[in-house]
């Protein structure tokens, strides 16, 4: 096994950067692809569980007086920084890089499952083990993306907005889309398949790097499991809540007069 | 015991194969499946008729020849190997269907025979020690720590039948590579070929076109070893360092393995 011989380095395209040459192989083998797509997963679910707590300040309802919580800690973000950083500085650099993991995770996903089905028996082996969660992952990921998609026309761009939405508003925005019983519903079908994905997903990355232990494995298990489940139940308690009506009503949410100067909104 | 059996008969790789019906009667529930299958045979050569053919060796459940798919499931209902599974395991009456795995991987050579050759080609790739022949040296002057013989031993049971190819949804072989390269890593016999062999084995691995691990774990719900999956955890782990090892070679930082 006198592996690395100098001359297959040197024949083909010494121009290339080594380092370069080294990722190019690396994303080239089926399990270093798939170190990619754990990586950039890991970077995917440290976002949505700090978005899962950040949802949480929904819960502390519209402040007397003053402006609601989750408002606030939305001006939060977007000032963080100054005046050291632009507006929405660091914001736009979280967002760039979700962007950037988001694609590799994406393309990666696609080019093994590409792969997987290439090799797939001819006949569909019967389910003896298999999770539920493992077996819907092509199908949970193609409906986030779709989710997402939606989500960021809704709550971010303001594009889509079946019920009247306010810049900055974040709670009366929240409050007032979640009283219609359909966006409730998407957003709960959403939660589910976000259990499914990340079910499967947070115990499978720490076996795709190589962090798991033989002895822990049941424990990782156990722990991604439980992580995906209050992760989904922050997430769910929003919705649930505005829509069963145990949080209060905005203070000075959209009222129908606002709907024209909204629809008018980029 | 009597059974109903839909068996795969294929002449050769190139044809078209396809099911047929036989019934086999007076089976003695101690029979094995292949045994069972010889029973078979015999009615079949004194009808005049070709013999089914299929692979076998050792009997006993340790040299992984068998490739059956009993009623879809690689080695039938028990997780031991065909001839380890006994036609008391069935219902009396039972109708059984047995085809030869069906991975693009494993070409059919003739009725339920196929040929598993890249399994050879990936032990090939890193699957052995570099040792030279010659006086041996005396074996306590290499001390392993009990428990890494035991951790090798648990990996070095594979048979390489192919049973975990033949589960997997993705045809992947990852659960016989990560046996095979956990064998051999865990042991100080191993360890100066380590990186090389990840990488080396990995690379066969995909060269074969067997696909990825997304940790169903259907393999080793049917490995007759009981080989877990935590041996394709412990191969991710050799192959990060491995590739680790060859961007710091290729820098000249360290020697090349």
Redesign the interface.
């Known amino acids: 096994?006198s592996?690395?011989a100098p001359s297959l380095?040197g024949a083909e395209g010494s121009a290339q950067q080594?380092?370069l040459?080294?990722l190019r192989?690396?994303w080239d083998?089926?399990?270093?692809?798939?170190?990619f797509v754990a990586t950039t997963g890991v970077i995917l679910a440290a976002y949505v569980i700090l978005h899962a707590l950040g949802n949480l300040k929904a819960l502390q309802g519209p402040n007397s007086g003053g402006e609601a919580s989750i408002d606030e800690y939305a001006h939060f973000l977007r000032t963080v920084g100054g005046p050291a950083i632009p507006e929405e500085g660091v914001l736009w650099i979280i967002r760039l890089i979700l962007i950037a993991a988001l694609a590799i995770h994406v393309v990666g996903v696609m080019q093994?499952v590409k792969?997987?089905?290439?090799?797939?028996?001819?006949?569909?082996?019967?389910?003896?083990?298999?999770?539920l969660a493992?077996?819907t992952?092509a199908l949970s990921g193609v409906l986030l993306l779709a989710f997402i998609v939606f989500h960021i026309l809704q709550f971010t761009t303001l594009t889509i907005h079946p019920t009247p939405l306010a810049e900055g508003e974040i709670y009366a925005n929240v409050y007032g889309a979640f009283q219609e019983w359909w966006i409730v519903a998407i957003y709960l079908i959403a939660v589910a398949f976000l259990f499914l994905h990340l079910r499967?997903a947070l115990?499978?990355l720490?076996?795709?790097?190589?962090?798991?232990?033989?002895n822990r494995?049941p424990t990782f298990r156990r722990g991604a499991t439980a992580t995906a489940a209050l992760v989904c139940i922050a997430f769910a308690s929003v919705p649930i809540l505005c829509f069963s009506g145990v949080l209060p009503e905005p203070d000075d949410g959209p009222t129908a007069a606002q709907v024209a100067t909204t629809g008018a909104a980029p | 015991m009597n059974f109903k059996l839909r068996v795969w008969r294929q002449p050769s790789e190139g044809n078209e194969g396809g099911f047929e019906a036989h019934e086999v009667s007076g089976v003695d529930p101690e029979a094995s499946f292949l045994e069972m299958l010889d029973i078979l045979n015999e009615k079949i050569v004194a009808d005049g008729g070709d013999p089914i053919a299929y692979d076998r060796d050792c009997m006993e459940g340790v040299c992984g020849s068998c490739s059956l798919?009993i009623?879809?499931?690689?080695h039938g209902p028990r997780q031991v190997t065909s001839c380890q599974t006994f036609m008391r395991d069935f219902p009396d009456g039972a109708e059984i269907s047995v085809?030869p795995?069906?991975?693009?991987?494993f070409p059919v050579i003739r009725d339920l025979v196929v040929d598993r050759s890249p399994l050879d080609r990936i032990i090939e790739a890193?699957g052995y020690i570099?040792v030279t022949s010659g006086p041996q040296p005396e074996p306590n002057t290499n001390p392993v720590r009990p428990e890494d013989q035991e951790h090798a031993m648990d990996a070095a049971i594979c048979i390489g039948c192919g049973a975990c190819v033949?589960?997997?949804?993705?045809?992947?072989a990852m659960l016989f590579t990560g046996a095979k390269v956990a064998h051999l890593n865990s042991l100080p016999q191993g360890d100066p070929?380590r990186f090389?062999?990840a990488?080396?084995m990995?690379?066969q691995?995909?060269e074969e076109?067997?696909?990825?691990?997304?940790?169903?774990?259907?393999c080793?719900?049917?490995c007759p070893q009981e080989i877990?999956?935590?041996v394709?955890?412990?191969?991710?782990?050799?192959?990060?360092q491995a590739?680790l090892h060859?961007?710091r070679?290729?820098?000249g930082a360290v020697k090349?393995?």
């Open positions: 096994m592996s690395e380095a080594p380092r040459r080294w192989e690396v083998s089926s399990l270093g692809k798939k170190i093994l792969r997987n089905r290439a090799a797939r028996p001819s006949k569909r082996p019967p389910v003896i083990e298999r999770s493992s077996r992952m499967h115990w499978s720490l076996q795709t790097l190589g962090w798991d232990k033989p494995n | 798919l009623d879809g499931i690689p085809e795995f069906r991975n693009s991987a890193g570099s033949a589960a997997c949804p993705n045809g992947s070929e090389d062999r990488h080396g990995v690379a691995h995909d076109g067997f696909g990825g691990c997304t940790n169903f774990g259907e080793q719900a049917v877990s999956i935590k394709i955890g412990e191969l991710y782990h050799d192959y990060r590739m060859r961007l070679a290729r820098r090349p393995q």
